[in-house]
């Protein structure tokens, strides 16, 4: 049970009882999966109190972890899109270049936190960061594909980088 905090009319531990079956239901009926939905809840109520927000004056609490969890179900469904992926990558991977279990688990990761990164990142710095890492292309295609100058490519260029740059401290 959470510990009661005293500090309004609602205590971390009434919402939590009053509304985690319900937060239960919801995301079963999203997810199809009772397991998982009751992991997503109790990731909504954690989220809930080491977030910024007073939880002991909100009007609508549903409101409020719904919307956490429509934040943990797109993280969640985005985490699924890039295992999928990687599985495919995987499955026609020839076997003498397979890594192990433990590097699997690792490369997964990594690209989990890449995919972060970049949905974080500007869609024209995603965009110029992309083309630059993947298609090699320099600042100045770069920059006719965006219709910018190259100016403009190297400021979304050193957005992208500083942004690897955080991502690397844990930031």
């Known amino acids: 049970m959470l510990a009661k905090e005293f500090v309004g ?14 937060l239960k239901a919801w995301l079963r009926g999203k997810l199809g999966c009772s397991e998982q939905a009751a992991d997503l809840a109790q990731d909504t109520f ?22 956490i969890a429509k934040h943990l179900l797109i993280d969640h469904w985005r985490r699924q899109e890039v295992e999928r992926a990687w599985q495919e990558t995987l499955a026609v991977t020839p076997e003498s270049f397979v890594a192990s279990p433990e590097e699997r688990s690792l490369i997964l990761e990594a690209l989990i936190r890449i995919d972060q990164l970049l949905d974080r990142l500007k869609p024209k710095v995603r965009e110029a960061f ?26 979304y260029m050193a957005q992208a980088m500083l942004a690897c740059l955080m991502m690397d401290e844990g930031k």
């Open 130 to 155: 992309l083309l630059s890492q993947l298609d090699g292309l320099g600042y100045r295609e770069i920059g006719q594909r965006l219709g910018v100058g190259e100016r403009m490519v190297k400021k």
């Open 9 to 22: 009319q609602q205590t971390v531990e009434s919402i939590y009882i009053d509304h985690h079956r319900w």
């Open 46 to 67: 954690l989220r809930m109190m080491h977030g910024k927000g007073n939880v002991h004056a909100l009007e609508q609490p549903r409101a409020y972890l719904t919307q």
